[in-house]
Every structure is written in structure tokens, then in C-alpha cells.
């Protein structure tokens, strides 16, 4: 499930990113990788290189919605220009042995831009201008997801695919249309979709096993199946990629190492080469090397004053993993160890520790401090201190976790809580106050846990103890004071509300309210600020339209609902909802994501007022991702993710020396 994480930001400036951080590109860590292609805002899903190694084909994204193009580009005068369009999903584009045809994965059949369903296409092209020459036509009638550049035979004459069923199969079916048949029935757990490929005589076809831990081979006419290798070691595994010049196959060994191999039939090496992994290559069909795609994604920090006027950019960063990126009061941070402090500290990308780097508002020297390699995600500050609440896998092995707060001035951390196995180490997420800010955390001890406060000088204090069997029917868990709400899942689409006080006090039952799908994550709920109020926001499943819905309940001091709650409709169903209060307690802001539009995000604002309309902030966006609000309730602050272009990097296979 995902939290999104939102506290209030301090009225101190705001620094950006270093120059450096911003600038660094994974993809030029390896000596041994090519820049072929960079192109400018673009998302580029695939590529391959023509089999006389003259062209570059690639599937890059038109920009509205899932509708993406073929192109072609030659590799010796890059200059890309489009083979097919139409709004349509076009993926996996490969150029035939015979150089004549592009074969692709498509949702034309379907004229549907966002249609599931996908058959393979070719387009014939000229052979000296790489042109279209004809209509893009048919080539498969079952439903294909993967095309690899190797299941097109030698003599371009069949194509061979796997399909997903029970069982899955391997099918092959004539290039130039006809009846499919099935070659070998797929029974076979955590296969690698798409890894199979002709041999250099095309009698045989290659193909991964049990999830990449082998490489088998059977005849395109059936029978026996015979195996040619096997993964050589803990953290590798096996991809069928055999070129059509010899019974070739290719594995990488582990995901940081970034080698990827040539083996001959009898496991012998016969090459490697060295690509990001993070660039998802694939084997060049001339078997001379890998390719990889890397698509650049710009985070920017946008501020919004909540009465209207622009957003206006207030840090731009381009961190590797871009969509794991949460908002946390002053703290931004991602997975790949890079951590953004505001107004302080920015981070730095380390493979081997979490870092900050502290920046001081003067312009002095920045000061590094690592905070180990135990330490994997900083969840938040803590209200009024200098101390970060973090967490980290200590043994992936056995689940366990642990759970630290650290001083972000000097990185002195203090280990709170360790334990193993499932809500491990009970729920570091349990805890919030009414504008998000963290206020501490579940301590699982067995079939018991501890919710554990935390106060501005970083001591923890024991709030409330109950069974984990109680705790695991708790859910949306806030706290304000003395009073500790959450909810429960107490039919087919109720949701019922509990509010306790202190830490012994019984549930008191307040209000039930209908949720459409009743999906746990579709629901959000928070104290405003005084705590005289409880908002809850879910899609309504007593409506129609399922729109979303905030029910404000009004609490007395012992805990308990006075009256009924005010519903107030906050427009069109959206399957997730982050809420916070403004200072006032005026309204709420709702940051919304809306499935009947892919996902597409918005933030609004939510009059208490029935009498008072929504108010939409930020339109809906597709690279709209967390929201958080300033201290004094006067601005929105977003994170927002923009192409920044798209390359395309090759690595070729260096002979590796006898002994």
C-alpha cells in the first residue's frame, strides 16, 4: 500500500539541488557504453538495431495518453523520423532478418488508444530509405504482450511468440499470415515473458525456464526438450538471447553488476559487455552487443498559494527513480539513497549509504553525513526538532527491519525499534497529526505492540498497547492529543469509525459510511487542527457516480460524534485521496487520483461550506505526484515529474581473455 507522506513546510527558503547532483547521468558511469541517440522530451519504451546493424528502431511515446509511434533512425546520421502513426499503442519493434519489414506489437485491431489487447503488426519499408512502402497489417490473432527481435526466424519466413493461458505456450505462425500452431506447451512458474529466439538454422527454438534459471531448447517441430544451460550462481539468471549467427545466450549476474555475457551452447564465455542495468537493455539481433533505454525524468518542487496565481518552480532535481519520490514537511526523498532536506540539506546519490549534505542559508562549506548502509528511507521529521524518524532493512533474508531517529545536524542515530517477519517493525506509518506531520510509530513485541509518541527533543513515550491481532483491523490511524481514531472494515462496503481516548479507553463507535470498492487505500482520514473535528474523504459507494465524498464529524472532548457528520461532495470518483486541513479549519485540501483517466492526479480545495463550491487548484496531471502544505496554510506545495528526453546507449561484447 502506498502512504504518502505530507508535513508542513517551516517559512525558511528554499535551497535547490547542487549543479552536480542535477547533472549526474547513471547511464555514462560504464566505459564501455555508446551514446547512439538522445532525444528531447521523449519517452522511449523500446529498441533494437536492424540485423546489418544500418538502423536503429524504437518505440517512443506521442504524449497523449498510452499512444506511442515506431521510429527509425540510421545509426551512422541519427536523425529519427516516424514509420507509424494514428493514436494507437505501438511496442517492441523489430526489423526483419530480410530487412524489408518492421514487426511490432500493437492495439490497432482494436482502434483503441488504451485498449489491453495487442497482436503483432508488420509495416514494409524500403531497404535504402528505411520508408514505409504499404499499410501496417496483421500478422498474429492471439494476443501477444512481447515481441523479441530473435522470434523472427532467420529466413524472416515465421515468427515465434509465447502467449499467456493455462497453460502458457509457445506459438509460431507464417510472417506473411496463415494458420499458428503451438510448439510446446508452457507449464513452467516465473517465466521471463518474451525470452525465446530462433537458432542460427531455425530448426530450434531457445527459450528461459522456471523464472530465468536455465535456457532450454526444443525443435520447432516439438518433442523432446532439451537443456543447454543453467545460472551459474546466487543472483544471476539466464536469458534465452540467442543470435542468428550462432547458438549464443546472454546473463547478466546481479542487479548492481551491470555485466552482461555472451555463452556459447556449451556455457562457454565468449564475451562481455557492461550496461546500466537500469536502462533495460536487450541483445542487439546482430549479436555484437546490448542496447539500453534510458528515459530522463525531471522532479520539480512547485509552490501554489491556496487562494489562486501560478506555481512557480522552486527546485528542480532529476533523481534515478523519480516516482518514489514522497514529501515529508521539509524532506524529499527516493529509494535511490539520494535524500533532499529543505531548507538545509540536499542529498547525494550513493550506492553504499544514505547521505545528507547540509548547506548552510550563508553560503559556507556543505557538510556530508552519511547515515550507513542499514538506513534506507527517511520517513519525516519530527514536529519542532532537528530529528528524522528512518527506517531500514537489516536482513532481507528474514524481514528483518529496524526503525532510527537521527539527528539530521550531526547524523547520531538512535536505534527505536527491531523485529522480524511480518509488520516488521510493527507500522512506522501508523502515526500522524492533523496536518500529516509524523508523530510516532507502532513497536511490534510479539503478539503485542506499542504505540510509541514521539516529543520535540526526540523521547519516545508510550501512548497506547494493544494486541497485533487488534492492531492489524486498524486502519487510516491518526492521532490528536489524548484521542487516537482509526477505522475498520465492518461489512461487504462499510467502513466504520472508532474513535478511543488515552491508553486504556474503550472504542467508541461514531459513524459508518459506505465506500465504494471498499478499498482501504481509497479511504483518508485526519484531525483538523484543534481536534474539535474529524474529516474523513473516501469514493461514496452510496452514490451512483461513486464521487468522492468528505464527512466531517464534529468530536466532544471525551471522543465522542456530536450529531451527524456534514458530507460534502468533492467531485468525481477518485480511487485514492490525501487530505490535509488548513489552519483555519475552513477547508480541506484533497489531493485526488481519478482511474477513469489513467491515473491522472489533482489537487482541490474543499470548503467546509456546504454552501461553498470546490475549488480545483491543480487541473488534473499525469506527473502530478504528492502534495504538502506550508505552516501557516497560505500555500500548496507539489511534486510534479516531467519528461526531460530519452537516450539510447549501446555496450559491445569485449572477447574475454583465455587463461
Known amino acids: 500500500m502506498k502512504r504518502t507522506l505530507i508535513v508542513a513546510l517551516t517559512a525558511v527558503a528554499i535551497c535547490s539541488l547542487s549543479a552536480a547532483a542535477q547533472r549526474s547521468d547513471p547511464a555514462t558511469s560504464s566505459g564501455d557504453a555508446k551514446l547512439l541517440l538522445k532525444l528531447d522530451s521523449a519517452d522511449v519504451k523500446q529498441a533494437n538495431v536492424s540485423p546489418d546493424g544500418k538502423w536503429l528502431v524504437f518505440s517512443r511515446s506521442d504524449g497523449v495518453s498510452e499512444s506511442s509511434s515506431i521510429w527509425m533512425a540510421l545509426l551512422a546520421d541519427p536523425k529519427p523520423f516516424r514509420i507509424t502513426s494514428g493514436g494507437y499503442t505501438d511496442l517492441w519493434p523489430t526489423v526483419s532478418p530480410t530487412l524489408d519489414r518492421i514487426f511490432f506489437v500493437s492495439n490497432r485491431p482494436n482502434r483503441g488508444a488504451t485498449s489491453p489487447a495487442k497482436w503483432v503488426m508488420s509495416i514494409p519499408i524500403d531497404k535504402k530509405s528505411g520508408l514505409p512502402t504499404g499499410p501496417a497489417r496483421q500478422v498474429t490473432t492471439d494476443t501477444v504482450q512481447v515481441l523479441t527481435p530473435t522470434g523472427i526466424s532467420p529466413d524472416g519466413k515465421w515468427l515465434a511468440y509465447e502467449i499467456e493461458g493455462r497453460p502458457h505456450r509457445i506459438r509460431m505462425v507464417p510472417t506473411n499470415g496463415g494458420k499458428a500452431r503451438t510448439v510446446l506447451p508452457l507449464n513452467f512458474i516465473g517465466r521471463f515473458r518474451g525470452d525465446l529466439g530462433f537458432t542460427a538454422d531455425g530448426k530450434n527454438l531457445v ?129 535511490n539513497r539520494r535524500v533532499v532536506l529543505f531548507p538545509l540539506l540536499y542529498g547525494s546519490a550513493s550506492r553504499d549509504a544514505l547521505t545528507l549534505v547540509t548547506t548552510p542559508s550563508d553560503g559556507g562549506p556543505a557538510k556530508e553525513v552519511s547515515l550507513g548502509t542499514e538506513m534506507n528511507w527517511i520517513l519525516g521529521r ?28 550531526t547524523g547520531a542515530a538512535r536505534l527505536l525499534s527491531t523485529a522480524s517477519g511480518p509488520w516488521a517493525p510493527g507500522d512506522p506509518w501508523c502515526c500522524y497529526g492533523p496536518t500529516g506531520t509524523i508523530l510516532g510509530f507502532a513497536d511490534k513485541h510479539g503478539v503485542t505492540v506499542d504505540i510509541k509518541m514521539f516529543d520535540e527533543t ?65 479511504v483518508n482520514m485526519k484531525w483538523s487542527p484543534s481536534g474539535r473535528k474529524l474529516a474523513l474523504a473516501f469514493p461514496d459507494g452510496s452514490r451512483r457516480d461513486s464521487a468522492t465524498t468528505v464527512a466531517v464529524f464534529d468530536i466532544t472532548p471525551d471522543g465522542l460524534a456530536n450529531g451527524s457528520p456534514v458530507r460534502l461532495d468533492a467531485g468525481v470518483y477518485s480511487s485514492y485521496a490525501d487530505m490535509m486541513w488548513l489552519a483555519d479549519e475552513s477547508a480541506v485540501v484533497l489531493l485526488k487520483m481519478s482511474p477513469a483517466k489513467n491515473w491522472a492526479t489533482s489537487i482541490v480545495r474543499r470548503p467546509l461550506d456546504p454552501r461553498q463550491s470546490l475549488v480545483t487548484l491543480v487541473p488534473e496531471s499525469q506527473s502530478l505526484n504528492d502534495m504538502f502544505l506550508s505552516a501557516d496554510g497560505r500555500f500548496v506545495y507539489f511534486n510534479e515529474t516531467v519528461r526531460g528526453g530519452a537516450s539510447i546507449w549501446s555496450a559491445e561484447f ?6
Open 207 to 335: 527459450f528461459a525456464d522456471s523464472g530465468g534459471l536455465m535456457v532450454r531448447e526444443v525443435s520447432i517441430d516439438g518433442g523432446p526438450v532439451h537443456t543447454l544451460t543453467r545460472n551459474r550462481g546466487e543472483g544471476t539468471w539466464v536469458g534465452p538471447m540467442v543470435g542468428h549467427d550462432d547458438r549464443w545466450v546472454l546473463l547478466t549476474r546481479g542487479a548492481n553488476d551491470g555485466t552482461w555475457e555472451l555463452l556459447g551452447k556449451d556455457g562457454t564465455s565468449l564475451g562481455v559487455a557492461s550496461i546500466d542495468l537500469r536502462l533495460a537493455p536487450s541483445k542487439r539481433v546482430d549479436g555484437r552487443g546490448v542496447l539500453g533505454v534510458k528515459n530522463d525524468w525531471w522532479w520539480m518542487l512547485r509552490r501554489l498559494a491556496i487562494e489562486g496565481g501560478d506555481a512557480r518552480i522552486v527546485s528542480a532535481a532529476q533523481p534515478a527513480m523519480p516516482f518514489e519520490v514522497t514529501a515529508s514537511g521539509a524532506i524529499l526523498s527516493s529509494r
Open 382 to 409: 519530527i514536529p519542532g526538532s532537528e530529528f528524522l524518524f528512518v527506517t531500514g532493512t537489516a536482513n532481507l533474508k528474514d524481514s528483518t527491519a529496524s526503525a532510527y531517529l537521527v539527528d539530521s545536524r
Open 458 to 522: 526526540g523521547a519516545t513515550r508510550l501512548f497506547r498497547t494493544m494486541p497485533l491481532k487488534e492492531y492489524r483491523h486498524m486502519h487510516n490511524l491518526n492521532i490528536h492529543g489524548s484521542l487516537m481514531a482509526w477505522t475498520d472494515s465492518t461489512g461487504p462496503t462499510e467502513t466504520s469509525v472508532y474513535v478511543a481516548r488515552g491508553a486504556s479507553g474503550a472504542p467508541a463507535h461514531i459513524g459508518t459510511v459506505t465506500v465504494a470498492n471498499q478499498s482501504k487505500v481509497d
Open 654 to 659: 569485449k572477447l574475454v581473455k583465455k587463461p
